[in-house]
């Protein structure tokens, strides 16, 4: 079956960095999806990876290694607003995107 | 402001009711979804539009159905609601299906009592 496997919960300091990993297992795979969602809001997209290697947008990076089905989100220089569920979705041959569960990330000062 | 508008924000909705949930996007976007939010669990896709007079079924579509009568619309339909379907359903767009990432509404929050 398809699946996507991300911690449900992490917590980091204001300042700090952190890594939120996220693995996939999908039938064929076309691109990988990081999504943020505050509470009660809607998700908002992050990056997007077809390709092996690291994609970086300002604070944020996000990583794939297609070999390894395995992807992470680098989050740095963590601001409180960044206290919030980070989702990862794969998608597969299809084209559907296969959703992870949202890792909650807390941050304190 | 380009973007989806869904409505309502949220319902409170007696079982065995129908409810039509509005999505509409301004954004010319060929592809729209329907997905609902449940705790600890990923976005679980209902139905789907890849273009406006085309739909598919996703995931979980039993009790819901879709119409894509034009390219910005794209209700969601509960023909007898069940408190099963407590949850928050979510509308999304995007440029295609293949590449383009999704772009999503601000999400109603339905109670089936």
């Known amino acids: 079956g398809q699946n996507i496997d991300q911690p449900t919960e992490m917590t980091a300091t204001e300042g700090a960095i952190v890594q939120i990993n996220c693995t996939y297992q999908?039938?064929?795979?076309?691109?990988l999806f990081w999504y943020q969602q505050h509470a009660g809001e809607a998700p908002t997209f992050l990056s997007y990876n077809v390709l092996d290697g690291l994609e970086e947008k300002g604070r944020f990076s996000s990583f794939l290694s297609r070999s390894k089905g395995y992807s992470y989100l680098l989050l740095k220089e963590l601001q409180m607003k960044d206290s919030a569920s980070y989702l990862c979705a794969a998608r597969d041959s299809n084209y559907q995107l296969i959703w992870g569960a949202g890792t909650k990330l807390i941050i304190k000062p | 402001i380009a973007g989806i508008t869904q409505a309502p924000t949220s319902q409170i909705l007696a079982a065995g009711r129908r409810m039509t949930l509005r999505c509409t996007q301004d954004?010319?976007?060929?592809?729209m979804y329907w997905y609902r939010q449940d705790l600890g669990l990923g976005l679980r896709l209902i139905h789907y539009?890849?273009?406006?007079?085309?739909?598919g079924k996703g995931e979980v579509p039993d009790g819901y159905s879709v119409s894509r009568a034009n390219t910005d619309d794209f209700p969601l339909t509960l023909a007898s609601a069940v408190p099963s379907q407590t949850s928050v359903y979510f509308c999304a767009s995007s440029v295609d299906r293949e590449n383009s990432p999704l772009h999503f509404g601000n999400g109603t929050r339905l109670t089936v009592t």
């Open positions: 999908t039938s064929g795979f076309n691109g």
């Open positions: 539009s890849n273009t406006a007079g085309t739909t």
């Open positions: 954004m010319r976007h060929n592809a």
